[in-house]
């Protein structure tokens, strides 16, 4: 069983920035890639941004030049740092993991969500 944890959520005004942490734990003999996703009220959830073990990257159009993802291998966690805000930026955001168990298979496990509100 994997454990995913989201820590660094909170209230910041337009331009403004945040950085989101997301620890994953339990039974992992690797990350196979991370990412973190977002959900905004009646709208469906989307994917942000995300890192595989090797270090690349992807971003969602609307956040590519605002928005970082990183990673520390040996601590199995990733982060978000996230600049110049926007009130559309405002949404829950989740992570998400791909670990492979020490059986070989692959596992996607999602955290409990941070949220993320930006406004004046």
């Known amino acids: 069983q994997v454990q995913v944890v989201e820590s660094g959520g909170g209230l910041v005004q337009p331009g403004g920035s945040l950085r989101l942490s997301c620890a994953a734990s339990?039974?992992?003999?690797?990350?196979?890639?991370m990412g973190w996703y977002r959900q905004a009220p009646g709208k469906q959830r989307e994917s942000v941004a995300a890192?595989?073990?090797?270090?690349?990257?992807n971003y969602i159009d609307s956040v590519k030049g605002r928005f970082t993802i990183s990673r520390d291998n040996a601590k199995n966690t990733v982060y978000l740092q996230m600049n110049s805000l926007k009130p559309v930026d405002t949404a829950v955001y989740y992570c998400?993991?791909?670990?492979?168990?020490?059986?070989?298979?692959?596992?996607?496990?999602w955290g409990q969500g941070t949220q993320v509100t930006v406004s004046s």
């Open positions: 998400n993991a791909q670990t492979k168990d020490y059986a070989g298979l692959v596992i996607s496990s």
């Open positions: 890192i595989t073990k090797g270090g690349s990257t």
């Open positions: 339990g039974s992992i003999f690797s990350i196979v890639a």
